[in-house]
């Protein structure tokens, strides 16, 4: 019996080096998750399933794969509507998170500046896992699914080219986690983002986040709705392991 072939991706990969180009990047990328690779999975599982002739257990495990695989990748920049997936559909363990509250909630007022942006507030710390100190969270070892909200504004070079982004960073093995957010000002102008970045990650050991700002100019600022009292930096996290 012959089975689906998976067509190799044979673009190039999104870059947080080279945010001029991550938008098509990640576009062209996530158009050959939906056109390929999770309709190939999909036809894969069923002929996998019709070779192992009604192994129940089985072929309960190959389709849910198939399922999981099909929202393995979730990306949204500036609410582009050919390339926003919806936040309910989010990679393969994050359907425990969708069905409760999160286990940790900080938020941090806006007006960030460029660097570590403010996380101040923990209002909620299911088993006192986290812990919070200059702006900087600490969890335990385990996997997470995160969870990250921020807002961009440009004030100044309006209709330039100079971006910035907003990332979930981890200071502990120095990478980043999740794109949050990412705009230029040839396209922003000085309207309000607000945009959002989930992942699932595994830590080993104990690890410290930060949600941090780079930007082109000193013109971009993280207050959505330009009042710095306003909540505008959230991080939820959800322990699945």
């Not at 190799?8 to 990640?26: E, H, I, K, T, W």
């Not at 040839?186 to 410290?208: H, I, P």
């Amino acid at each position: 019996m012959s089975f689906t072939e998976i067509t190799p991706y044979d673009g190039q990969l999104p870059s947080s080096s080279d945010p001029a180009s991550f938008d098509g990047r990640a576009s062209a990328l996530m158009s050959w998750l939906v056109a390929n690779f999770a309709p190939e999975i999909q036809a894969l599982a069923v002929e996998i399933a019709t070779a192992l002739n009604g192994e129940e257990d089985t072929l309960a495990a190959v389709q849910a794969l198939a399922d999981s695989l099909k929202s393995a990748a979730h990306y949204n920049a500036n609410d582009d509507e050919d390339f926003t997936v919806d936040p309910n559909a989010l990679p393969t363990r994050s359907a425990v998170a969708s069905s409760r509250a999160p286990d940790i909630l900080i938020t941090g007022a806006g007006d960030g500046t460029s660097g570590t942006l403010t996380l101040d507030m923990i209002e909620r710390n299911v088993g006192g896992a986290a812990s919070l100190s200059s702006n900087a969270v600490t969890l335990p070892a385990g996997e997470y699914y995160f969870e990250a909200h921020a807002g961009l504004r440009l004030s100044s070079n309006i209709g330039s080219i100079e971006s910035a982004y907003v990332e979930l960073y981890d200071t502990t093995n120095s990478e980043r986690i999740a794109l949050v957010a990412w705009g230029r000002g040839d396209e922003l102008g000085d309207s309000a983002s607000r945009t959002f970045g989930c992942c699932v990650s595994y830590f080993a050991s104990s690890v410290t986040i930060e949600m941090t700002l780079t930007r082109g100019s000193s013109g971009w600022t993280t207050s959505s709705l330009g009042n710095s009292d306003d909540r505008d930096h959230i991080l939820k996290i959800w322990r699945l392991a």
